[in-house]
């Protein structure tokens, strides 16, 4: 994984179908709160640690290597803090998430373009 980015994210598929995809990325900067309106999405730690919440900035809770992180499609997240780098995850969705599929609550907050450089 590069040391910067331009995007939030860059992430490189592993496996790429119609059912699933999985990929490994890093993160670079806080994530604003957005959703995925077509997958379900489960997140695996490998390094780094941040916080992270889901529905509401109420529900925030800190992660670590090792913590599996699981929200379904439509679910509002965030992770507003990066607290120890480099943040990598291991990304199971299903079904397979279109790159656009990034829908951000506050529209100003970022495009698809801008939240993720993919890698296939």
């Known amino acids: 994984m590069p040391e910067t980015a331009k995007t939030l994210l860059v992430d ?8 699933a995809s999985a990929r490994v990325f890093r993160v670079y900067k806080p994530t604003p709160p957005h959703y995925h309106a077509t ?6 730690v490998f390094s780094g640690r941040g916080t992270f919440w889901m529905n509401s ?19 509002v997240h965030a992770i507003p803090e990066i607290l120890e780098s480099p943040l990598i995850f291991l990304s199971i969705d299903t079904p397979r998430r ?17 939240f993720i450089q993919a890698h296939n």
């Open 39 to 44: 997958c379900d999405e489960y997140l695996y």
């Open 12 to 19: 490189y598929y592993l496996t790429n179908r119609d059912t």
């Open 98 to 114: 279109h790159p656009k599929d990034i829908i951000f609550v506050n529209p100003g907050d970022g495009t698809p373009e801008s």
């Open 57 to 75: 900035p109420e529900s925030q809770f800190e992660f670590g290597p090792g913590r599996l992180l699981f929200f379904e499609r439509g679910t």
